[in-house]
Nanobody
Framework: QVQLVESGGGLVQAGGSLRLSCAAS????????MGWYRQAPGKERELVAT???????NYADSVKGRFTISRDNAKNTVYLQMNSLKPEDTAVYYC??????????????????WGQGTQVTVSS
């Protein structure tokens, strides 16, 4: 199986910065897209940013110019640098990764996994 473990959330004042990390581990054969999503109270989970194994990125309009996603393929880790944070960025942030994993028969099976979530709170 593939596990995702997030870290780096917390409480910050508006205008501040935080850096989230998410490390993937387990029976990984490949990681295609890694991304960050968030869910605020009473709202649906929404995309924040994604990055492919080749480094192509995609951002939600609401975070463009403020957030930067990056990844270290050697460490199977994705990062989210969040600057100029706003109260409306308050949410639980979830890491997502998809790709292929090694199965018991040495075959490759697809996965699409989520981390447990990390709380980001921005005070005004």
């Amino acid at each position: 199986q593939v596990q995702l473990v997030e870290s780096g959330g917390g409480l910050v004042q508006a205008g501040g910065s935080l850096r989230l990390s998410c490390a993937a581990s387990g029976s990984i054969f490949s990681i295609n897209i890694m991304g960050w999503y968030r869910q605020a109270p009473g709202k649906e989970r929404e995309l924040v940013a994604t990055i492919t194994s080749g480094g192509n990125t995609n951002y939600a309009d609401s975070v463009k110019g403020r957030f930067t996603i990056s990844r270290d393929n050697a460490k199977n880790t994705v990062y989210l640098q969040m600057n100029s944070l706003k109260p409306e960025d308050t949410a639980v942030y979830y890491c997502n990764a998809n790709g292929l994993r090694l199965a018991a028969t040495m075959s490759h099976l697809p996965y699409n996994n989520w981390g447990q979530g990390t709380q980001v709170t921005v005070s005004s």
